[in-house]
């Protein structure tokens, strides 16, 4: 393994630690992610309005009619967004590419959020057995495996080039 | 039918090649995740339970299977009176759905022949048993050190408690979601960086020469 790859593997790690053992303190979950979350919550219920589910919003809570939902750490999108970006920040790249693509990835990231939220509410209130397994396992793999698939196309457009052999 | 040649890392296709073929084997590896995960469960609660009993003694933590469900399990502990023995339900199978993210993207990489993909997600899926293994363990000290109320307060001390609570919620969420990108780039970074790849050992060097010649 070459000096580019174990710095990247160290820096990765080192900053998705970092990230999550932030996140997890309680003034940052409070004054941070509390409140983005309920701003995912109400752009969820803003948008389950439109598709008339007559949803109601306080603070993270979703309710309509058949089904409610609590939106929690796990749903707000903020697990892909950091794993997105501690490899767009540790991957060899120049500042401006890692700008480009942290602000894109994040819009994506949150878009697909959206839809997972939407989506899980939906599936709640019509088919709600199957709303666990759609929730711990499909909507997760498909949030992170779209990071994922978002970093590697990024990372293939904006590597920095090899340095040149000594 | 002959191995491709890796591709070149200069080739823009691949990353489209990359994304169809990551998409298509979403599918197919869910289906066999999904047929695997009852057996895969059991290994987990057998070897999870072996491996908490080589820092316990006596051995008190079993970890039973539930009665009517292939997905979920029971931590239970000897020695505690038989009504509160049943210390916690957990579901097994959120801990190991990351083996889904793994395949998609280890058996996706376009231009590599098909023994060196599978060789590689082979030692993939190593490095993951051995990581389920350590986040189930840490899962079940962190529910003894953090959620049996005084129970815990008796026997953890406050830096034992926030440990096992740090350790569990970096490994359940953070290292569990991103260990399929992790492996993945310990493999192919190289590729995304553009740098040659490396020269074959010397063992495949004199079999490929043997082979040239026969």
């Not at chain 2, 998609?104 to 030692?123: Q, T, Y």
Request: aromatic letters at 12%.
């Amino acid at each position: 393994m070459r000096r580019r790859e174990i710095t990247f593997l160290v820096l990765f790690v080192l900053l998705l630690g970092g990230s999550f053992a932030l996140i997890s303190y309680g003034w940052v979950n409070d004054h941070v992610i509390e409140p983005f979350t309920g701003l995912v919550a109400k752009t969820s219920g803003a948008v389950l309005n439109l598709l008339g589910q007559d949803v109601r919003m306080h603070g993270t809570i979703l309710r309509g009619p058949r089904f409610a939902v609590n939106i929690r750490n796990g749903c707000n999108g903020v697990e892909a967004m950091l794993i997105f970006l501690s490899a767009v920040l540790a991957f060899p790249a120049r500042w401006s590419s890692r700008l480009i693509g942290l602000v894109l990835g994040i819009v994506a990231i949150q878009l697909v959020n959206l839809i997972r939220v939407v989506a899980l509410f939906l599936t709640g209130a019509y088919f709600p057995r199957f709303f666990d397994a759609s929730h711990t396992v499909v909507w997760q793999t498909v949030v992170i495996l779209f990071s994922v698939l978002l970093w590697i196309v990024w990372a293939r457009r904006f590597a920095a080039p090899p340095e040149p052999a000594s | 039918m002959a191995a491709s040649p890796p591709d070149n890392p200069a080739d823009r296709g691949w990353s489209l090649r990359f994304l169809r073929n990551a998409l298509l084997w979403l599918a197919p590896v869910w289906l066999v995740w999904t047929l695997l995960t009852p057996a895969y469960n059991r290994f987990l609660l057998g070897a999870t339970e072996n491996l908490l009993h080589l820092f316990e003694s006596p051995d008190v933590t079993d970890l039973a299977r539930h009665p009517s469900s292939r997905h979920e399990a029971y931590i239970v502990r000897r020695d505690f009176p038989p009504k509160r023995s049943l210390v916690r339900q957990l579901r097994v199978t959120d801990l190991h759905f990351h083996f889904v993210l793994l395949g998609s993207l280890f058996l996706a990489v376009p231009g590599l022949p098909w023994r060196k993909r599978l060789e590689n997600f082979g030692l993939a899926c190593l490095a993951t048993v051995f990581f389920d293994l350590l986040l189930f363990a840490v899962w079940v000290k962190s529910v003894y050190a953090t959620q049996l109320g005084d129970w815990s307060l008796a026997h953890y001390g406050p830096a034992a408690r926030n440990l096992y609570g740090l350790a569990k919620h970096l490994l359940d969420l953070p290292f569990k979601l991103a260990l399929p990108l992790l492996l993945w780039a310990g493999f192919y970074l190289g590729m995304l960086l553009g740098e040659p790849p490396p020269p074959p050992s010397p063992a495949a060097r004199i079999q490929g020469t043997s082979r040239r010649k026969r």
